[in-house]
T-cell receptor, first 114, second 114 residues
Framework: AQSVTQPDIHITVSEGASLELRCNYSYGATPYLFWYVQSPGQGLQLLLKYFSGDTLVQGIKGFEAEFKRSQSSFNLRKPSVHWSDAAEYFCAVGGSSNTGKLIFGQGTTLQVKP | KAGVTQTPRYLIKTRGQQVTLSCSPISGHRSVSWYQQTPGQGLQFLFEYFSETQRNKGNFPGRFSGRQFSNSRSEMNVSTLELGDSALYLC?????????????FGPGTRLTVT
């Protein structure tokens, strides 16, 4: 079955500290992987995507993610967190066929301590 | 270029009523997907439309339906509303093309059923 697991429901980090949000997926075909961020009361904003090629992808706002096929993981990282990064983060997987359907993880809420 | 727009932004309905939500995709985007977001179930795929045809459907009852017009605008309808239909309904559009699976989300419509 296709699924996405974000093991951490809630993470708190200090401002300036590094961040890693975990994502594991189960998908039968070649996955397209995404990270989205959602601020309270807002829609989702795409941070970065992986389709193929270099397994380390760079996104907006200083985020990066690494695709590890052997571990079925696509973890999101940021070297230094800013207070404005506090939000909910969603990992999602889609298929390579002509479909827009995305399967989302349950989300990780990031709190940033001053 | 304008983003994805959704109307109305907020809606309060009574059990048993029906509701229609509207989504205008980014200009040039032909695929529109709908998602339901609730605290308990997270983000769940409802359906996807492409060129006025439903291309994918999630596991929702028949009370949930949608359509897409020739200008790619989409509507979703929920009939016989239940309390559990209270949610944030998100619309996303994407530009069809090999390798581009990025979906751009609107701000959502917050539906409250009383």
């Amino acid at each position: 079955a296709q699924s996405v697991t974000q093991p951490d429901i809630h993470i708190t980090v200090s401002e300036g500290a590094s961040l890693e949000l975990r994502c594991n997926y189960s998908y039968g075909a070649t996955p397209y992987l995404f990270w989205y961020v959602q601020s309270p009361g807002q829609g989702l904003q795409l941070l970065l995507k992986y389709f193929s090629g270099d397994t380390l992808v760079q996104g907006i706002k200083g985020f990066e993610a690494e695709f590890k096929r052997s571990q079925s993981s696509f973890n999101l990282r940021k070297p230094s967190v800013h207070w404005s990064d506090a939000a909910e983060y969603f990992c999602a997987v889609g298929g390579s066929s002509n479909t827009g359907k995305l399967i989302f993880g349950q989300g990780t809420t990031l709190q940033v301590k001053p | 270029k304008a983003g994805v727009t959704q109307t109305p932004r907020y809606l309060i309905k009574t059990r048993g009523q029906q509701v229609t939500l509207s989504c205008s995709p980014i200009s040039g985007h032909r695929s529109v997907s709908w998602y339901q977001q609730t605290p308990g179930q997270g983000l769940q795929f409802l359906f996807e439309y492409f060129s006025e045809t439903q291309r994918n459907k999630g596991n929702f009852p028949g009370r949930f339906s949608g359509r897409q017009f020739s200008n790619s605008r989409s509507e979703m309808n929920v009939s016989t509303l239940e309390l559990g239909d209270s949610a944030l309904y998100l619309c996303a559009s994407s530009l069809e093309g090999q390798g581009d699976k990025k979906q751009y989300f609107g701000p959502g419509t917050r539906l409250t059923v009383t």
